[in-house]
């Protein structure tokens, strides 16, 4: 999956180019430290980028769990899926 010139019309790719562009957006001009930097490359640990109230955005310590499909005794499908976001920001996480 690439988003292109070409296919960025296409609305399956408006929600993920508009987060990308946020991200780039924020890593051209330099906008966190090094010292969120650094614990954002700890390899596993996972954050979510929020645009606090206030405009600032912040890194928030995030867990995703793994997606489940199953079939109850009618046969029907049950989809688990769970994410939470703790109030730990980046800046604080450790």
């Known amino acids: 999956m690439g988003i292109n010139p070409g296919n960025i019309a296409n609305p ?14 924020l890593r051209h001009s330099n906008y966190f430290d090094e010292r969120v930097k650094e614990k954002l490359r700890v390899p596993w640990d996972e954050f979510t980028l929020v645009k606090e109230p206030d405009g600032e955005s ?4 995030a867990h995703y769990d793994k997606h489940k499909m199953e079939t109850n005794q009618h046969g ?11 109030n730990t920001t980046v800046e604080s996480a450790y």
């Open 58 to 61: 912040r890194f928030y310590r």
């Open 76 to 86: 029907a499908y049950i989809w688990g899926c769970y994410k939470s976001i703790s």
């Open 12 to 25: 399956a790719y408006q929600r993920p180019a508009d987060i990308m562009r946020q991200y780039e957006s």
